[in-house]
Every structure is written in C-alpha cells, then in structure tokens.
C-alpha cells in the first residue's frame, strides 16, 4: 500500500518561506470584522481555515512548523486572538462567513486534542472561550445547539 501524499498550500513552513506580515494581516483583519464589510474577510478567514486544516492533517506538527518560534507564534498567540475575535463578532450576515467561523472554530478546538499531552496553555484557553455556551456568538447566530454540543455538555454539564 502506498503511502497518501500529503499537499499543502501554506506549510511546511521554514524561515524562507515563513511570512509574519501575512498572518498578523489575517489577525488583523478578523479582528476588524465587526466594522469591516465581511466580504472583504472571507479570503481571510479561508486562509485560516486552510492554515488549521493543514495543521491538523500534518504527520508531525513540530515538522509542520519547522522552527520553535514560528509554532510558538501560532499556538500562543494567533490561534487564541482569532477565536476571540470571531466569537467576539457575535452576529454575522453573511451566511459563508458564518460556516467559515464556525468550521474555524471547530478546527481550533480539535487541534486542542490532538496536541492534548503538550500541556499549551493559551491552546487550553482558546478552547475553554470557544466552548463557553453563554457566549453571545452562539446565541446570535441561531447556533443554539452548536453551543450544545457533547464537549460542552461535558465541560458545562447542564443543572
């Protein structure tokens, strides 16, 4: 049996092809969500979306990212701030945007259990914020029962 050929479109990353200003710029435009037309996010957001799918299919992500600071960049910093921000967003009118931060979301949380035994605390973080039901983002979106979920009863369980 051979092996599947795994293709990226961002990663492996290397200090050659590692770029910062483009990363801080998709942090920057998630954050700015709420007063920008979000059509003009959604690039950005697929590019997120793309960067954790690639993550989360990696064999090795210590590979994946080459160098100690460029994951230290991601895990402790970018991932966290994005999912603040889009769930911070709250009410979103474009339907794509939506299933964008959503899917997002859901990709951020499970990277939090694939690298459970790494003990990263911002990681652990940025999932307690995504899962917390009380957050508006689930009640504005008509996602009451994303907000529901198996996980969240477990870490939430209900009176």
């Not at 590692?18 to 700015?32: D, G, L, R």
């Not at 921000?85 to 939090?112: C, D, G, Q, V, Y």
């Amino acid at each position: 049996m051979s092996e599947q050929q795994i293709t990226y479109l961002f990663g492996p990353f290397s200090k050659e092809n590692y770029n910062p200003q483009k990363w801080k710029h998709i942090k920057e435009k998630i954050y700015q969500l709420n007063s920008t037309n979000e059509e003009q996010t959604i690039p950005d957001c697929r590019d997120l979306l793309q960067l954790l799918l690639e993550i989360n299919n990696a064999p090795n992500i210590d590979e994946y990212f080459g160098e100690p600071s460029i994951k230290n960049f991601f895990f402790n910093d970018f991932i966290l701030q994005n999912a603040k921000n889009l769930i911070a967003t709250k009410t979103f009118n474009n339907n794509e945007i939506l299933e964008l931060s959503n899917r997002i979301l859901e990709e951020m949380t499970l990277l939090w259990l694939r690298v459970l035994n790494e003990d990263n605390a911002k990681l652990a973080e940025t999932v307690k914020y995504i899962l917390d039901p009380a957050r508006s983002y689930f009640k504005c979106n008509n996602q009451e029962e994303t907000s529901m979920s198996v996980v969240v009863i477990y870490l939430y369980p209900l009176p």
